[in-house]
């Protein structure tokens, strides 16, 4: 018989699917010395949140098949080690939708109004009826910065409230939003229209911080900030200052930086409705979570495939010492773009020459995808999910091969078609490095790595200079320039690579620079 070790609390339904057919042993929190001296004995491990599974875990696991996570994440657990020794990890994505999304929409009714001061008052004898006037939800404009799953729930409901739904995520194809009956905006746009405001992207380095006083600032004096996703994607002094000084109406927080310690300043704010990280502290989540996770378990010990797999079993060494360059690249790719490029994609062409398009492409395909998405959605991209997810926003795949590359060895091209125009790059595996050989119609060389500064400009004598002087004034170091061109006095691309961070403020002063058009920071 199987033996599953457990070692964090799981829905008795899930417990009951497994012992049916398997034995199963519960051993809550135990400490990594103890996982790792009985972890040799079990054949699949069911963790949540808090258990650790690492490298050095999963290397004493001689019969491990399978890791599931009951939950939507698997950042406590080492996947790169797992996938090194054929362990599939599986998870349950869907589990918590509802349950984060209905709280989404309870913390808006109770903003709207004013429910918890209401309640504690009553408990406390007091009837402050007129103290207490609201606003309805019906007519308002809810603004969702980002449009994945919990995005799309929480998007559907609000219609049955009559709320007009607008949605900042650059990486949905429009028809798909339009389906929803959801306009696409600009963040600035959705920052100034929107009376609530609610977050559903993951915490990257892209996202961290993306609420600042800027940001807040933008919004209506009437409006509300809702957070369920994660809490590091709110800068809590700028919060803190918009709340006293009443520049925004209120905010209702579920998430937090430093769980479960809380700013002590943030606590004395008015207007601010405040739970324990209860998004998906459903039963029905809790009970789905299990039943997924316990499914899947029982489908990988009985040779059949799991539903929600997060990694991949190993390639053969051959194999992959060739594709693992390239699955590099392919992420770098997707990353760059995702940070360079605006508007919403929506056709996505990628085409393979040289020697790589002998091979398996459709993981590489899975690499550019990881990348490009990885920057937006509720839950980490990899390379099995990365399709599923690409189709549940919209997005349309092609992949195509050729022999011809350029003179590269082997050549990775990506066609991106927006909104409003179509972009292209070009990359290559050279010296093991990730290269950027084409940004649209301008050949260059540089390694995918590192800050990199990425500006569009009319050419002109000293642009190079100008741009040398501004970074080297700010503090920041430059290690290469890139610079392209069409012809004299034409337009230009330049890529600068930064040793350093660049600051906004530097940003700012990049952009106001006459000969520039466009500049785009990316963070690789």
């Known amino acids: 018989m199987r033996r599953i070790l457990v070692t964090e609390p799981l829905s008795p339904e899930g417990l009951a699917l497994l012992q049916g057919t398997c034995a199963v042993d519960v051993h809550l929190n135990p400490s990594p010395e103890a996982l790792r001296e009985m972890i040799g004995a079990y054949d699949a491990l069911i ?14 696991a001689e019969r491990l098949v399978v890791i599931a996570r009951a939950g939507t994440g698997v950042d406590n657990i080492d996947l790169e080690a797992a996938t090194r020794r054929g362990i599939l990890v599986v998870n349950a994505p869907t589990s918590n939708t509802v349950a984060v999304a209905e709280h989404t929409l309870a913390l808006m009714l109770s903003l709207a109004r004013h429910i918890p001061k209401a309640d504690a008052l009553m408990h406390a004898g007091c009837w402050e009826k007129k103290h207490f006037m609201g606003t309805e939800l019906r007519d308002k404009v809810l603004g969702l910065i980002g449009l994945g799953r919990v995005g799309t729930a929480v998007a559907s409901r609000a219609r049955g409230f009559e709320m007009r739904v607008i949605a900042h995520d650059p990486f949905v194809a429009p028809e798909w939003a339009q389906r929803l009956n959801v306009e696409l905006v600009s963040l600035e746009r959705l920052l100034r229209e ?24 933008q919004m209506k004096r009437t409006a509300y900030l809702i957070n369920c996703a994660r809490g590091d994607l709110i800068v809590e002094e700028a919060l803190i200052r918009a709340l006293r000084e009443g520049l925004i109406a209120g905010a209702a927080l579920d998430v937090f930086p430093d769980e479960p310690h809380l700013n002590p300043d943030l606590l004395a704010c008015p207007n601010l409705v405040l739970t324990p990280h209860l998004g998906a502290s459903t039963q029905e ?49 997707g990353r760059f773009y995702a940070q360079y490029a605006e508007n919403n994609l929506s ?28 920057e937006s959605g509720e839950e980490a991209v990899n390379l099995v999910n990365a399709r599923l997810i690409a189709a549940e926003r919209g997005l349309i795949i092609r992949e195509s091969r050729t022999p011809e590359a350029q003179g590269f060895s082997g050549l990775i091209t990506l066609i991106v078609r927006t909104t409003s125009q179509e972009h292209l790059l070009s990359g290559t595996v050279m010296r093991g490095q990730p290269h ?15 800050h990199l500064l990425v500006s569009e400009h009319i050419e002109q004598p000293g642009i190079i ?14 290690s290469f320039v890139q610079v392209g061109r069409q012809e004299r006095g034409g337009p ?17 002063r990049v952009m106001a620079m006459p000969s520039i058009r466009r500049a785009a920071y990316v963070r690789l």
Do not use: C, K
């Open 465 to 478: 200079g100008q741009m040398g002087l501004l970074l080297g004034n700010a503090g920041i170091n430059i």
């Open 492 to 508: 230009g691309l330049m890529v600068t690579g930064l040793d350093d961070p660049l600051p906004p403020e530097v940003m700012a």
């Open 285 to 333: 989540a809790q009970s789905g979570a299990a039943l997924q996770v316990a499914q899947q378990v029982l489908d990988v010990l009985s040779g059949r495939p799991p539903r929600y797999p997060v990694n991949i079993t190993a390639l053969s060494a051959e194999e992959m010492a060739f594709l693992r360059p390239y699955l590099n690249l392919g992420t770098q790719m």
């Open 47 to 60: 963790v949540r949140s808090s258990t650790p599974v690492t490298a050095e875990i999963i290397e004493r």
């Open 194 to 217: 929107a009376d609530y405001v609610s977050l559903h992207v993951p915490s990257t380095e892209r996202t961290r911080g993306m609420i600042g006083a800027r940001e807040l600032e």
């Open 436 to 450: 950027l050989v084409r940004l649209g119609d301008y050949w260059l060389d540089f390694v995918l790595q590192g």
């Open 347 to 374: 056709h996505l062409e990628i085409i393979y020459a040289g020697d790589v398009e002998a091979h398996n492409t459709q993981l590489i395909t899975a690499a550019v995808l990881m990348g490009i998405l990885g």
